[in-house]
């Protein structure tokens, strides 16, 4: 192979995307206004690696869920050690509060993170193999108004990114005390419409019954309507601790729906689940789902202490968010010779000390060039220095809206640029 066809063949891996310059204000924008929310109900950030031993996904994720079975990034490294690209975000905050200890620290137990995910499946407009996602966990917290609590950050989450058509999905997936009664009834009923299930569905009734209610086939979805509904047989903690969600929720003035076939895509989740909706993705409209996970810190051998959050994937929550761009002034510096490029770079050392944005080109172009590149990049103001302005001390600003321009000395070029024309 050629070395122009060596450089032809390289391209980004199908199922992830470059986030380009262009772009990445959003997703700083973003980050900057969940985190300022997140903040306010006293979270903090956490980051973990991007890799764990599959072990903790694997016990965390359930063995029998789509992730560990179909969609893990798995490999073996050169210690021999079995590892996996995180495909989701709760078991490697969990692994940390047991590792560090940090359920016997003062702070309460509650983060939030941003970062990549890995899971193979098919790409699809907006669905990628490396996706990204917002998570927030607390731990320790029982009562069912933190779960309302969190329903009320997530709505508000949306509302400041200007999601719009916001719908509230709400229901209890009980407990391991009275699933395990449901799921027998569920079996049942399933496995005589096995027939007309899918295969995986059919795989399902054996493995995980409640997943049943995921299916994304049409002919599944209209036979689950006939399964029976786990709400009919929570037992009496699940069905106080839902009652008490549903009352804080209703305390908080946020409408919502009970939906008794919503269930998670994971495993471990108990009790609590609720999903965010919007209109304005059309048919695929889930932008936002969470719940509780009671069991997950001491099946990995922590503290017996109970957790829920919610996560939410960034490329799809961008796809409807409403964001405008802040738009901040900055400086194109434009310099003729040898003399004025030195100059201008010591003026624009001291402009970015002083909090401007300064950009120079070390490119041969005449100042009329400079110009027109200044326009083309959206320059606010263009600072222009020559011979004469070398020998002078001043420099002449022109305003790029107006037109207007100034001859100003050196000196005092950082006051005229406070002073608006």
Same mark, same amino acid.
């Given at each position: 192979m050629s070395e122009s066809e060596r450089k032809k063949s390289i391209q980004s891996i199908k199922g992830t995307k470059d986030i380009l310059p262009d772009e990445v204000w959003m997703w700083q924008k973003l980050e900057e206004i969940a985190g300022n929310l997140f903040e306010r109900y006293g979270y903090r950030q956490i980051r973990t690696p991007v890799f764990e031993a599959? @072990? *903790?996904? =694997?016990?965390?994720?359930?063995?029998?869920?789509?992730?560990?079975? %179909?969609?893990?990034?798995?490999?073996?490294?050169?210690?021999?050690?079995d590892i996996t690209l995180r495909p989701e975000y709760t078991p490697s905050v969990v692994r940390s509060i047991i590792e560090h200890r940090l359920h016997l620290r003062t702070p309460p137990l509650r983060f939030y993170y941003f970062g990549p995910m890995f899971r193979y499946d098919k790409p699809q407009k907006g669905r990628y193999r490396q996706f990204h996602q917002i998570?927030?966990?607390?731990?320790?917290?029982?009562?069912?108004?933190?779960?309302? @609590? *969190?329903? =009320?950050?997530?709505?508000?989450?949306?509302?400041?990114?200007?999601? %719009?058509?916001?719908?509230?999905?709400?229901?209890s997936v009980g407990c391991t005390a009275c699933r395990p009664s449901y799921h027998q009834h569920l079996r049942k009923s399933a496995d005589q419409a096995r027939e007309n299930l899918c295969k995986d569905c059919r795989r399902k009734i054996d493995t995980n019954p409640l997943r049943l209610f995921d299916c994304k086939e049409e002919s599944c979805r209209k036979i689950s309507e006939g399964f029976p509904l786990i709400t009919d047989h929570l037992c009496q903690e699940c069905r106080d601790h839902f009652l008490a969600f549903c009352a804080y929720l209703d305390e908080l003035s946020i409408s919502y729906l009970v939906e008794s076939r919503l269930v998670r895509g994971l495993d471990y989740y108990t009790k609590t689940t609720f999903e965010f909706t919007s209109g304005a993705l059309g048919a695929q409209d889930a932008i936002l789902g969470g719940g509780r996970y009671d069991d997950m810190m001491k099946q990995f051998g922590g503290p017996d202490i109970c957790g829920t959050g919610f996560a939410v994937g960034i490329e799809r929550l961008l796809s409807a968010a409403s964001l405008e761009e802040n738009k901040r002034e900055w400086l194109y510096i434009a310099t003729l010779g040898a003399e004025a490029r030195i100059m201008g770079m010591k003026l624009a050392r001291e402009l970015r000390a002083e909090g401007w944005e300064c950009l120079i080109e070390y490119r041969e172009r005449s100042l009329n060039k400079q110009l027109g590149r200044a326009h083309k990049l959206g320059a606010g103001r263009v600072v222009l220095i020559g011979d004469e302005e070398v020998r002078s001390g001043r420099?002449?600003?022109?305003?790029?809206?107006?037109?207007q321009q100034t001859d100003v000395s050196v000196l005092g070029l950082a006051e005229a640029l406070n002073v608006s024309d």
């Amino acid at each position: 192979m050629s070395e122009s066809e060596r450089k032809k063949s390289i391209q980004s891996i199908k199922g992830t995307k470059d986030i380009l310059p262009d772009e990445v204000w959003m997703w700083q924008k973003l980050e900057e206004i969940a985190g300022n929310l997140f903040e306010r109900y006293g979270y903090r950030q956490i980051r973990t690696p991007v890799f764990e031993a599959t @072990e *903790l996904f =694997e016990k965390g994720t359930g063995e029998t869920s789509d992730i560990v079975t %179909k969609e893990m990034y798995s490999f073996r490294d050169k210690g021999g050690r079995d590892i996996t690209l995180r495909p989701e975000y709760t078991p490697s905050v969990v692994r940390s509060i047991i590792e560090h200890r940090l359920h016997l620290r003062t702070p309460p137990l509650r983060f939030y993170y941003f970062g990549p995910m890995f899971r193979y499946d098919k790409p699809q407009k907006g669905r990628y193999r490396q996706f990204h996602q917002i998570d927030v966990e607390v731990f320790n917290e029982k009562d069912a108004a933190i779960d309302a @609590e *969190l329903v =009320e950050m997530a709505q508000q989450l949306l509302i400041r990114l200007g999601v %719009k058509d916001i719908h509230i999905l709400v229901n209890s997936v009980g407990c391991t005390a009275c699933r395990p009664s449901y799921h027998q009834h569920l079996r049942k009923s399933a496995d005589q419409a096995r027939e007309n299930l899918c295969k995986d569905c059919r795989r399902k009734i054996d493995t995980n019954p409640l997943r049943l209610f995921d299916c994304k086939e049409e002919s599944c979805r209209k036979i689950s309507e006939g399964f029976p509904l786990i709400t009919d047989h929570l037992c009496q903690e699940c069905r106080d601790h839902f009652l008490a969600f549903c009352a804080y929720l209703d305390e908080l003035s946020i409408s919502y729906l009970v939906e008794s076939r919503l269930v998670r895509g994971l495993d471990y989740y108990t009790k609590t689940t609720f999903e965010f909706t919007s209109g304005a993705l059309g048919a695929q409209d889930a932008i936002l789902g969470g719940g509780r996970y009671d069991d997950m810190m001491k099946q990995f051998g922590g503290p017996d202490i109970c957790g829920t959050g919610f996560a939410v994937g960034i490329e799809r929550l961008l796809s409807a968010a409403s964001l405008e761009e802040n738009k901040r002034e900055w400086l194109y510096i434009a310099t003729l010779g040898a003399e004025a490029r030195i100059m201008g770079m010591k003026l624009a050392r001291e402009l970015r000390a002083e909090g401007w944005e300064c950009l120079i080109e070390y490119r041969e172009r005449s100042l009329n060039k400079q110009l027109g590149r200044a326009h083309k990049l959206g320059a606010g103001r263009v600072v222009l220095i020559g011979d004469e302005e070398v020998r002078s001390g001043r420099v002449q600003l022109k305003n790029m809206s107006s037109g207007q321009q100034t001859d100003v000395s050196v000196l005092g070029l950082a006051e005229a640029l406070n002073v608006s024309d």
